[in-house]
């Protein structure tokens, strides 16, 4: 039985984080698994396989962590990345995959000729580490690092036209395009669950489901929702999901006066009952990957509002609207979806089939 190794930043709830543990559960029969995460505490770590060997370099979780630490652990995992790999990772493993960009690639690809190396990408990874000095020196010590896998994921076909514009160096035979696996009958049985919902039945309720972070433009958000609730326009938001911008956001929120009809309900382990209860599920990043928040609305078969950053989630899917990435397109478009909600409900789709089996196959195939 080959044995694999995952490295993941934590186990915390993300789209990401649970695709992982979804494709650990899938193919856990066939391999002897070891997930390695840099921060501990993770809410998934729960979930994973009884069968699983986890091991972490730090126990906490990264929001225990002072400012110092965190500039601490950020340097020696630049510095002293083969010193940590060497200790903790390296091992007999067969495979070494490191499931998201950032520190854990770093890590994960200090040259190791006895096992093979796979770098997953999630996003548009030119836009990820922002347009700071120590943004631009990050994008270029990526590019040193990622010469060293032998295959490199991307989950959609925009992450990897922006991975090859950065990283112009690598080899086409190295990247390979697999979609993110998700387990459709958990999310189908989940979202039937009885769970009390905070819907207001005055006016339309908008579910949006992510982590409280830059890219996924909850600030621009709240600036269109308390223009529409300026002119009158009937409607409620819910955003499941923490992260760090949670205070700031707070603020933005009282700022807007709009405490009553915008709300932050944190994470929640089961966001299924709210995307299939609610009348339209919303996502409007200022840039994306390849969200599998959108695939799960899509199984739920709820109608999806989001604008060009998702734009290749909903093709071919009926029952979506795709707006410009800009905020007065955004308001336009809301506020059409808003008002006019008898039109949107009458859409129906020929629904599109999952396919679960095909994502595993390829997944299998790469891991060797």
């Given at each position: 039985m080959k044995k694999v190794i995952f490295g993941i930043t934590s186990l915390t709830v993300g789209g990401a984080e649970k695709t992982l543990i979804d494709i650990i559960e899938k193919i856990e029969k066939e391999y002897k698994i070891t997930v390695f995460t840099l921060y501990g505490k993770g809410e998934f770590e729960k979930s994973l396989p009884k069968n699983i060997e986890l091991k972490t370099l730090y126990k906490k979780s990264y929001n225990e962590l002072s400012k110092l630490s965190k500039i601490i652990i950020s340097l020696r995992l630049l510095l002293f990345r083969k010193q940590i790999y060497d200790k903790y990772i390296k091992n007999d493993y067969d495979t070494e995959i490191a499931f998201l960009e950032g520190p854990i690639t770093r890590l994960f690809s200090v040259k190791n000729k006895k096992t093979k190396k796979i770098a997953w990408v999630h996003t548009d990874i030119s836009k990820i580490f922002g347009n700071s000095i120590k943004s631009k020196l990050k994008t270029i010590i990526n590019k040193d690092?990622?010469?060293?896998?032998?295959k490199i994921v991307l989950v959609s076909k925009n992450s990897l036209k922006k991975f090859k514009e950065i990283n112009p160096q690598i080899e086409d035979e190295k990247l390979e395009i697999i979609h993110n696996y998700i387990n459709k009958e958990k999310v189908m049985e989940k979202a039937e669950e009885d769970i009390k919902l905070p819907f207001k039945k005055d006016g339309v309720n908008i579910v949006c489901v992510g982590r409280l972070v830059d890219a996924k433009?909850?600030?621009?958000l709240i600036r269109i929702h308390a223009r529409l609730v300026k002119d009158n326009i009937k409607h409620y938001i819910y955003v499941i999901g923490n992260g760090p911008l949670q205070n700031e956001l707070k603020q933005q929120i009282e700022k807007e006066k709009v405490e009553n009809t915008f709300?932050?309900?944190?994470?929640?382990?089961?966001?299924?009952?709210?995307?299939?209860?609610?009348?339209?599920?919303?996502?409007?990043?200022?840039?994306?990957?390849?969200?599998?928040?959108?695939?799960?609305?899509?199984?739920?078969?709820?109608?999806?509002?989001?604008?060009?950053?998702?734009?290749?989630?909903?093709?071919?899917?009926?029952?979506?609207?795709?707006?410009?990435?800009?905020?007065?397109?955004?308001?336009?478009?809301?506020?059409?979806?808003?008002?006019?909600?008898?039109?949107?409900?009458?859409?129906?789709?020929?629904?599109?089939?999952?396919?679960?089996?095909?994502?595993?196959?390829k997944i299998k195939a790469i891991i060797g």
């Open positions: 690092i990622y010469n060293n896998y032998d433009a909850y600030d621009r709300y932050l309900l944190g994470e929640k382990e089961n966001p299924y009952v709210y995307i299939k209860n609610a009348d339209y599920f919303c996502l409007l990043s200022y840039f994306e990957g390849y969200p599998m928040v959108l695939e799960e609305a899509k199984i739920l078969d709820k109608f999806i509002i989001t604008n060009t950053a998702a734009k290749e989630v909903v093709e071919n899917y009926e029952k979506s609207i795709v707006l410009e990435n800009n905020e007065e397109a955004i308001y336009e478009g809301l506020k059409n979806v808003i008002e006019n909600k008898e039109k949107y409900e009458e859409k129906d789709t020929i629904k599109k089939e999952y396919n679960n089996d095909d994502i595993i196959k």
